[in-house]
């Protein structure tokens, strides 16, 4: 199974109250949140949600770096504004400013289309009367999928390592989209192709187009695709949702959708310059690339890649590779910054505290995060709900124990930990989606029933 990059955008329904919200609320200095804060993450740390945080906040000119948890679960360390992570679609925001910089300071046309951009090596798609621009790529308006059905990486745990340019410029060729350009729908190939377009145009690959166009402007010495030994050093390493250790991915031609590594300091850094007010031509991209372009049926919004939240104010995005996860914000208009990263793919973890602390900042109450927390459970009753349970005529439940701790099995799927909550209901830690066992006098389960997207289906246990 490939993980995506992003699996949600943070909604920020009401982070915003506009000519209501009583700013004289806020704390005065951004350390006067350092309790708030630490009573927000340690249910997270405590209840194995998350390896670590490493967190930066900027206030105006004031910053403020916290680290919670651990880089390593199997040393000592917390991480600090300095651990390197996997942004993962947090890099489509600088894609969408590259996209702004080239239109300010090279005339490239927003509405210009992907087949007349295209390089003269890469092939030519038939003609449509529709084409699809470069604003549709970078608003994921484009009608593209959300990755190239013929993505068949020979490593599943690397799975874009091997995708190259051609094979992006050969797809774009040769698939017929499903329907015309214009309608929201998240594509990750669609990002990809984008940041290789304009890599190619700048004749220079993505990382070294990032360097030059925003890195070295923001003085952000710390965000790359391809890491120094240094770098590597201060890599933290991947785990999953159930805090297994996970690969690290490689990009070639989607580099532009999820492929860059960076660190709490240096994504301060470019939040940040989304309400500088100087006249760089850094500072003109992020502008550009800030304004809203379309209105979502949800409420919230589209820029050059960077989601508005339904108060129509906020940037961000989030992001999620195999094991790690991410999340940033900016309220230009309030001169706050937010930047959450983790060595965990919990992208509903980093994204919910990482709105809970832009709420935090703006002096408005927040509640905890709601944690399931696990309790102990004999091996003895875990046994009796061992066994296959068929939710359909193909596809099945497996329950298997491991030592103690009970995995399912889906048709098709790899094997993941349940955890209980209590002595018949569990949860998974790798997707929101729980588990009832239903069980006789003996405490012999007769059934189960998943809870998911809503719906609850039920399996009645073989014999």
Same mark, same amino acid.
């Given at each position: 199974?490939l993980?995506?990059? =992003?699996?949600?955008?943070?909604?920020?329904?009401? @982070?915003? *109250?506009?000519?209501?919200f009583?700013?004289?609320?806020a704390?005065?200095?951004?350390?006067?949140?350092?309790?708030?804060?630490?009573?927000?993450? *340690?249910?997270?740390i405590?209840?194995?949600?998350?390896?670590?945080?490493a967190?930066?906040?900027?206030?105006?000119?004031?910053?403020l770096?916290?680290?919670?948890?651990?880089?390593?679960?199997?040393?000592?360390g %917390?991480?600090?504004?300095?651990?390197?992570?996997?942004?993962? =679609?947090?890099t489509k925001?600088?894609?969408?400013?590259?996209?702004?910089?080239?239109?300010l300071?090279?005339?490239?046309?927003l509405?210009?289309?992907?087949?007349?951009?295209?390089?003269?090596?890469?092939?030519?798609?038939?003609e /449509?009367?529709?084409?699809?621009?470069?604003a549709?790529?970078?608003?994921?308006? /484009?009608?593209?999928? #959300?990755?190239?059905?013929?993505l068949?990486p020979?490593?599943?745990?690397?799975?874009y %390592?091997?995708f190259?340019?051609?094979? %992006?410029?050969?797809?774009?060729?040769a698939?017929?989209?499903?329907?015309?350009?214009?309608?929201y729908?998240?594509?990750n190939? $669609?990002?990809?192709?984008?940041?290789?377009l304009?890599?190619?145009?700048? $004749?220079k690959?993505?990382?070294?187009?990032?360097i030059?166009?925003?890195?070295? !402007?923001?003085g952000m010495?710390?965000t790359?695709?391809?890491l120094?030994?240094?770098?590597?050093a201060?890599?933290? !390493?991947?785990?999953?949702?159930?805090?297994? #250790?996970?690969s690290?991915?490689?990009?070639q031609?989607?580099?532009?959708?999820?492929?860059? #590594?960076?660190?709490?300091?240096?994504?301060?850094?470019?939040?940040?310059?989304?309400?500088?007010?100087d006249?760089?031509?850094?500072?003109?991209?992020?502008?550009l690339?800030?304004?809203?372009?379309?209105?979502?049926?949800?409420?919230? =919004?589209?820029g050059?890649?960077?989601?508005?939240?339904?108060?129509?104010?906020?940037? @961000?995005?989030?992001?999620q590779?195999?094991?790690? =996860?991410s999340?940033?914000?900016?309220?230009?208009?309030k001169?706050?910054?937010?930047?959450?990263? /983790?060595?965990?793919a919990?992208?509903?973890?980093?994204?919910?505290?990482?709105?809970?602390?832009a709420?935090?900042?703006?002096?408005?109450?927040?509640?905890?995060?709601?944690m399931?927390k696990?309790?102990?459970?004999?091996?003895e009753?875990?046994?009796?709900?061992?066994?296959k349970?068929?939710l359909?005529?193909?596809?099945?439940?497996?329950?298997?124990?491991?030592?103690?701790?009970?995995?399912?099995? *889906?048709?098709?799927?790899? %094997?993941?930990?349940?955890?209980?909550?209590?002595?018949?209901?569990?949860f998974?830690?790798?997707?929101?989606a729980?588990?009832?066992?239903v069980?006789?006098?003996?405490?012999e389960?007769?059934?189960?029933?998943l809870?998911?997207?809503g719906?609850?289906?039920? $399996?009645?246990?073989?014999k």
């Amino acid at each position: 199974m490939l993980l995506l990059f =992003s699996r949600r955008l943070i909604l920020l329904a009401g @982070l915003w *109250a506009g000519v209501g919200f009583a700013a004289s609320h806020a704390a005065e200095t951004l350390a006067e949140l350092q309790p708030q804060i630490e009573a927000l993450v *340690a249910p997270v740390i405590e209840n194995r949600g998350v390896v670590g945080f490493a967190i930066g906040i900027r206030r105006g000119d004031e910053e403020l770096f916290l680290n919670y948890g651990k880089v390593d679960l199997e040393k000592e360390g %917390a991480p600090t504004p300095d651990t390197v992570y996997e942004i993962g =679609s947090v890099t489509k925001t600088f894609t969408g400013t590259l996209l702004a910089d080239a239109s300010l300071q090279t005339g490239l046309d927003l509405d210009a289309t992907v087949a007349k951009t295209l390089p003269t090596r890469a092939p030519q798609p038939a003609e /449509s009367e529709q084409p699809i621009t470069l604003a549709h790529l970078a608003t994921h308006t /484009s009608g593209l999928p #959300r990755l190239p059905n013929d993505l068949k990486p020979k490593d599943q745990r690397n799975p874009y %390592a091997d995708f190259t340019a051609d094979d %992006a410029y050969a797809f774009f060729a040769a698939h017929k989209p499903a329907r015309k350009p214009g309608e929201y729908e998240y594509s990750n190939y $669609g990002m990809g192709l984008l940041g290789q377009l304009l890599a190619d145009r700048a $004749g220079k690959d993505y990382e070294a187009l990032v360097i030059e166009r925003i890195c070295e !402007p923001l003085g952000m010495h710390d965000t790359r695709q391809r890491l120094t030994p240094e770098m590597t050093a201060r890599l933290a !390493p991947p785990y999953n949702g159930d805090l297994g #250790r996970e690969s690290n991915w490689d990009f070639q031609a989607l580099v532009g959708a999820g492929g860059l #590594r960076s660190t709490a300091r240096d994504m301060l850094k470019f939040v940040a310059a989304m309400y500088a007010e100087d006249d760089r031509d850094v500072t003109k991209a992020f502008q550009l690339a800030g304004q809203p372009r379309m209105k979502l049926p949800d409420g919230r =919004s589209i820029g050059l890649a960077w989601h508005f939240a339904r108060d129509g104010i906020t940037r @961000l995005h989030d992001g999620q590779t195999a094991g790690y =996860s991410s999340f940033v914000a900016c309220i230009p208009e309030k001169k706050l910054a937010v930047v959450v990263l /983790s060595n965990t793919a919990k992208h509903e973890f980093t994204s919910a505290v990482g709105e809970k602390i832009a709420q935090l900042a703006l002096g408005m109450q927040v509640e905890p995060l709601a944690m399931r927390k696990v309790v102990d459970m004999p091996v003895e009753t875990l046994k009796k709900y061992v066994g296959k349970y068929p939710l359909s005529l193909l596809f099945a439940l497996n329950v298997t124990l491991d030592g103690e701790q009970l995995k399912v099995q *889906a048709t098709g799927q790899d %094997a993941f930990p349940i955890y209980p909550s209590s002595e018949t209901e569990f949860f998974y830690r790798v997707v929101d989606a729980q588990i009832t066992f239903v069980v006789d006098e003996k405490g012999e389960a007769t059934k189960l029933i998943l809870h998911q997207n809503g719906n609850d289906i039920e $399996g009645l246990r073989q014999k």
